[in-house]
């Protein structure tokens, strides 16, 4: 009679799904964990780099208006140390040499001079 239970009960357990689809499911529940942990960390680092973005906005005008300004003043030194000495030594000293950039306009030629 024990032998007849024990296969009556490997023959139930045998056609019960249950414990399958459970671990199953399980194991799904899982993998979907660790995919919504990672969500959240990839949500978290685009949260901080929004963030960044925002704060060296101001950092980035800043130096475009430093860039201008330099500029500016680069420009007036050459033109005084054709005059200057001092401004030329400091030219000299510096480097300092003016390169048109591409989208810088081209300016007009003096009167005095006719393009040859």
């Given amino acids: ?14 056609r019960n799904p249950f414990w399958v689809c459970l671990a199953v499911f399980l194991l799904l529940a899982c993998d979907y964990g660790f995919r919504l942990v990672n969500l959240l960390d990839q ?9 960044m973005q925002a704060q060296n906005a101001g950092a980035l005008r800043q130096s475009q208006q430093l860039e201008k300004r330099l500029e500016a003043l680069s ?3 050459l033109q005084v140390a054709k005059t200057n000495a001092a401004a030329r030594q400091i030219v000299r000293e510096f480097n300092i040499q003016w390169t048109p ?16």
């Fill in 101 to 116: 950039s591409p989208a810088a306009p081209v300016s007009a030629p003096a009167a005095g001079k006719r393009p040859r």
């Fill in 75 to 77: 420009l007036e030194l």
């Fill in 43 to 51: 949500r978290e680092q685009l949260n901080q780099a929004v963030l």
């Fill in 1 to 14: 009679m024990n032998a007849d239970k024990q296969n009556t009960l490997t023959e139930s357990s045998r």
